[in-house]
């Protein structure tokens, strides 16, 4: 969940049908006020709530090499919306992943990007707007696989063998 209206949107829907979320935010750098009072609200809805924020110093040089690579910023907040719910379903044993809206629906992809329920690692490296890059290609003499490691997809096969299932919410209602 981000803080924004979809975010919130999510979690009632979800509540109503009668799961019981760990809400996960990416801390980016330009988090807003208004963000902050929205997060604090949902968290009103009853739910719990895991707020992730990356070393800054990491973060930055991270965003300075895209933006000079690539000409974005945002590569390195795309890396983390995408994968920091993956490593936290991984590490505390979490079955469902719920993402909000499929990108390639909402804002234009192939028919059969569209219609997918869930998401799965070609999606990822197409619609997760990454530049289709995976995170080995930002490896230098500044940041390490070390400093990046929180960036990475856990591998597809350990997703499997948990039986984690990432899915879009907005593929059941309309967005």
């Known amino acids: ?53 990356i070393n800054p110093n990491i973060e930055s040089k991270f ?24 490593r936290i379903a991984t590490s505390l044993n979490i079955p469902l992943i719920i993402y909000g809206e499929n990108s390639a629906k909402e804002y234009g992809g192939n028919k059969k990007e569209s219609s997918k329920n869930k998401v799965d690692f070609n999606w990822f490296n197409k619609y997760g707007v990454t530049n289709a890059t995976d995170i080995s290609y930002w490896y230098s003499k500044s940041l390490s696989k070390k400093d990046l490691s929180i960036y990475e997809r856990p591998p597809e096969g350990l997703l499997k063998q948990k039986k984690i299932t990432p899915l879009f919410l907005g593929y059941y209602f309309n967005w």
Do not use: C
């Open 1 to 53: 969940v981000s803080g924004g209206k979809d975010s919130t949107w999510q979690v009632i829907k979800i509540l109503e049908y009668g799961l019981k979320p760990l809400t996960v935010t990416y801390k980016s750098p330009a988090r807003t006020l208004i963000g902050e009072t929205n997060l604090k609200n949902l968290k009103k809805l009853g739910v719990d709530h895991i707020d992730f924020e």
């Open 63 to 86: 965003m300075l090499e895209t933006f000079k690579d690539k000409g974005s910023t945002a590569i390195p907040m795309h890396f983390a919306i995408f994968n920091i719910p993956l």
